[in-house]
């Protein structure tokens, strides 16, 4: 399987092709384009699995695209404007994921869907991220441009910007303020603070205050 990366950092999209035997899955929605040889099925992998993938910002159903005598070529994209990565991951090599940034991988990769450390605002339930793992690469969107951190003590994140973390860092969330009222004045709401040694991805542009921003300057109708 090759990947292409084009068209980075603002409109990426992954142009991948596909040899004889080979198979790519991918989040509901992601294709752009295929070639005509190339054969799609739709799966949600039981209703357990595909509700758990509801909760951690993922499609109810995912596509796998296979080509059997020829190769052939599929392009996916994440939903919003931004840049994608591709990782390469192995069994000493796990990732987590922020809800909503898996696009595609390979079928040896094995996207979950878990409750890893986040605290609600106020009634401290636990909010989904995903954790993948296996062998295989991943392909993964974000909004904005994708900036790679390498973590060696501690770091702080604001939450909306996070992409992805290698496992090997500790994590947990916490108030950017003292106190709520002074983390909701100063606009930053919740970090994360990861400590070890490992990479953190983060994306330039935060989605939810991009929304506020573009709904701001909407007239009402």
Known sequence: MDIELQQRPSHAIAVVTL?????????????????????????????????????????????????????????????????????????????????GAYVASELGVVVDTKVGGFRGFFSGAGVFVLKASGEGRLLVGAFGAIEAIAVDGTHVVDTGHLVAWEASLDYSIRKAGSGWISSWLSGEGLIAEMKGQGTVWIQSRNPVEYGRAVGGMMSPA
């Open 19 to 99: 040899a004889p035997g080979e198979a790519l899955q991918a989040e509901s929605g992601a294709m752009i384009a295929m070639s005509t040889n190339v054969t799609t099925e739709t799966s949600a992998g039981g209703a357990k699995k595909a509700l758990k993938r509801l909760f951690g910002g993922e499609s109810f159903f995912r596509n796998t695209f296979r080509v059997q005598s020829e190769p052939g070529q599929v392009i996916v994209a994440p939903p919003l404007c931004g840049d994608m990565m591709t990782f390469e991951l192995s069994a000493g090599r796990e990732l987590f994921l922020q809800s």
